[in-house]
């Protein structure tokens, strides 16, 4: 899912549906130099057709997620909405959503590497 969303950050700004930073770092070498190369607009191609189907952004990235942090940031600036999130692994959502007070629960190997990536 991280190369997923670092493709979609990496799109033309127009044409993205969200700009999450934080995904490169949890990416395996080899998937992070994917991800990496996909910000070069030469490279884009080439980087997102050499992934596989069930890798490929427009097929696996939902607009739910970004539609549902919409609404919840929307909520949350005007009710003061909270939020958990348990098992949120490599999810970044608690650091895209600023105005919602939010918790997550992972493991705590999973949090240990999340941390400094943040």
Do not use: W
């Amino acid at each position: 899912m991280a190369l997923q969303r670092s493709f979609e950050s990496h799109r033309p700004k127009g044409r993205r549906l969200f700009c999450d930073p934080t995904p490169t770092p949890f990416c395996d070498p080899p998937l992070r130099a994917l991800a990496t190369a996909s910000a070069i607009p030469g490279l884009r191609r080439l980087a997102v057709a050499s992934t596989t189907p069930s890798e490929d952004p427009v097929a696996t990235i939902s607009h739910r997620p970004h539609q549902g942090d919409r609404r919840r940031h929307a909520e949350a600036t005007t009710d003061g909405t909270q939020c958990v999130l348990l098992g949120a692994g490599y999810d970044t959502r608690a650091y895209r959503l600023p105005a919602l007070k939010t918790t997550e629960s992972s493991r705590s190997t999973t949090r240990l590497r999340k941390q400094p990536n943040i």
